[in-house]
């Protein structure tokens, strides 16, 4: 019943709660009953968990493609669950993050050299997980509106 509402209580992936259910001293088998139960009265989901993960960590915290696709690696999400997942992402939306993040970045940089803030606005983008070939266009075309 605890592992109903653990699970209903926000989206997991199948590993965490493989390491909750270790955590709690349980054996292999009756860990994979588990699962397998969780799976199917559908309280574990990681398609959905991927969705959600996706939506959220791109509007709050407005990471880029990379580095979400990285994290629900960390998480042993599949490569399937975690593309099908990726497509929830509007490409309008995208790149307006990505935009709205060079903007401000390049106006917090005012008193750096032309050349020290274009690496620097790259640097923070990619460590966001923008892709450096996106990074790079926008930062072009950002460059000559200027």
Same mark, same amino acid.
């Given at each position: 019943?605890?592992?109903?509402?653990?699970?209903?209580?926000?989206?997991?992936?199948?590993?965490?709660?493989?390491?909750?259910?270790?955590?709690?001293?349980?054996?292999?088998?009756?860990?994979?009953?588990?699962?397998?139960? %969780?799976?199917? !009265?559908? $309280?574990? =989901?990681?398609?959905?968990?991927?969705? *959600? /993960?996706?939506?959220?960590?791109?509007?709050?915290?407005?990471?880029?493609?990379?580095?979400?696709?990285?994290?629900?690696?960390?998480?042993?999400?599949?490569?399937?669950?975690?593309?099908?997942?990726?497509?929830?992402?509007?490409?309008?939306?995208?790149?307006?993050?990505?935009?709205?993040?060079?903007?401000?970045?390049?106006?917090? %940089?005012?008193? !750096?050299? $032309?050349? =020290?803030?274009?690496?620097?606005?790259? *640097? /923070?983008?990619?460590?966001?997980?923008?892709?450096?070939?996106?990074?790079?266009?926008?930062?072009?075309?950002?460059?000559?509106?200027?």
């Amino acid at each position: 019943m605890k592992l109903k509402h653990y699970c209903g209580y926000q989206d997991r992936c199948h590993q965490e709660v493989k390491e909750k259910l270790y955590s709690l001293k349980l054996g292999k088998v009756t860990v994979e009953m588990l699962l397998s139960r %969780l799976i199917e !009265e559908d $309280y574990l =989901n990681e398609e959905r968990y991927a969705k *959600a /993960f996706v939506g959220g960590h791109f509007r709050q915290k407005q990471w880029g493609k990379v580095k979400i696709a990285y994290a629900l690696k960390q998480k042993r999400v599949s490569e399937y669950n975690i593309k099908k997942a990726m497509k929830e992402i509007p490409e309008e939306d995208y790149l307006a993050v990505a935009e709205k993040l060079i903007t401000t970045k390049w106006n917090t %940089l005012k008193n !750096e050299q $032309y050349i =020290n803030r274009t690496v620097k606005t790259m *640097a /923070f983008l990619q460590q966001r997980g923008f892709e450096p070939g996106l990074v790079q266009s926008i930062l072009k075309k950002f460059r000559t509106d200027k």
